[in-house]
């Protein structure tokens, strides 16, 4: 049993010696070839699939701001869209003295 024992720590050693450090060698390069050869390729998909994200959703977008836009107009200058509503900054100004003497 000694011997079978011996040959198993020999055989141990002699893998870390010899043949983990060819494997870990081999592992780094082939990540830096990987690294070099599919990383701007990574970086262009990405690229485009965000350039084509944006092109699908721009006019979802443009109109959902549109909308906002034309509902902070008439809440706050009713005269751009041509209905009046209450102002109640007219009212806030005269209870606000912080507001007194600007206009």
Known sequence: MADVNSFIDQL???VSATYIP???AFVQDLGKQIGATA????G??????VTDLFAQQSK???DFLTKLTKDMAGRYH???NG???PDSS???SKSNPRTQGST
């Open 90 to 92: 007219t009212t806030a």
């Open 60 to 62: 979802p977008i443009r």
């Open 78 to 80: 009713p005269s751009v």
């Open 22 to 24: 060819t494997v870990e």
């Open 44 to 49: 262009q998909f990405i690229e485009q699939l």
């Open 12 to 14: 141990g050693n002699d």
């Open 83 to 85: 209905r009046s509503r």
């Open 39 to 42: 990383g701007p390729r990574v």
